[in-house]
């Protein structure tokens, strides 16, 4: 592994290094959302599912002290399947790499579909921090605990083969998802998750969620910290558990939202599908005037 700008998952090299994306990025002149600290996960890079156009205009809108990659970044399993890697995927890898060129600390905290840079943790690549899990402190004193948290996913924990099973159904649906909102787009209409939509309306899946939220919320106060970060299950939320506050950055699969800690440590989910509405609205509304 040469730095952090190449990967192999069973055999295949995959090289991150460009001189120059394919989706140029903006001059540093535009102006950009500052956050003392952003969260992301679950980007599932390898997959279709992945909303790359969304993601890179995120990274292009908004810049941090601190970048945490809370895992699921890179999907080793679909690409030990099956290769799928678009040039937006690249260029999501260089705009991330080039922000620790810039100085922005980055740590990334694998995953179970990224599990395969585990063994690097405690390691630093090209300026990007591998770790198992981190501690952050707020600018208001508070520690928080950051893991992906799969480690708490009973299903992952008992039952693996389930987990690949319930991988395979979730394709399908992403594949779906795709189509739907390739449609919305040609008719003008703004981004939708329908695998989002589903997943709240299911009895079992919402029940689901809440046990998971509260199982990490719990091994959080069980270490002494504030709060918890993590991602995982594709559900952004920020929520009080028992005096705990719980944290999930959501995805960029389904919701396409990030966690951002502001300078005064408030915390916020920004979910990009509706910035980027308000947005085109601005615009029009000023052509307009």
């Not at 694998?110 to 599990?115: A, K, S, T, V």
């Not at 299911?202 to 199982?215: G, H, L, P, T």
């Not at 559900?235 to 995805?251: F, H, K, L, M, P």
Request: aromatic residues 10%.
């Amino acid at each position: 592994m040469d730095a952090v700008t190449r990967l192999a998952v069973d055999g295949e090299i995959f090289d991150f290094h460009r001189s120059e994306p394919t989706i140029p990025e903006p001059c540093q002149s535009r102006s950009r959302r500052r956050f003392r600290t952003i969260w992301i996960s679950d980007i599932h890079l390898g997959t279709r599912g992945c909303n790359a156009d969304m993601l890179i205009d995120f990274l292009d809108s908004t810049d941090s002290e601190t970048l945490y990659l809370v895992g699921d970044i890179i999907d080793g399993w679909r690409l030990k399947k099956r290769f799928y890697w678009p040039a937006a995927h690249n260029d999501i890898v260089w705009r991330i790499l080039k922000r620790a060129k810039r100085g922005t600390r980055i740590i990334y905290v694998p995953g179970n579909h990224d599990e395969m840079l585990r063994p690097y943790a405690g390691l630093n690549f090209g300026g990007v921090e591998i770790r198992r899990n981190a501690i952050h402190e707020t600018a208001d004193g508070r520690r928080l605990l950051v893991l992906h948290g799969d480690e708490f996913d009973t299903i992952m924990l008992a039952h693996r083969w389930l987990a690949h099973v319930g991988d395979f159904a979730y394709e399908l649906m992403m594949k779906l998802n795709y189509v739907v909102n390739r449609v919305r787009t040609a008719f003008g209409l703004p981004y939708w998750s329908l695998s989002k939509m589903a997943k709240h309306k299911v009895k079992n899946a919402v029940e689901f969620i809440s046990k998971f939220e509260e199982i990490v919320a719990h091994e959080a106060g069980q270490r002494g910290v504030d709060g918890v970060v993590c991602g995982h299950i594709h559900t952004a939320e920020i929520r009080d558990i028992s005096g705990v506050a719980y944290y999930n950055d959501g995805d960029w699969v389904e919701g396409c939202t990030a966690l951002v800690e502001h300078s005064d440590g408030r915390m916020e989910v920004l979910h990009w599908a509706d910035e980027i509405t308000a947005r085109n609205s601005r615009d029009v509304a000023r052509i307009a005037a």
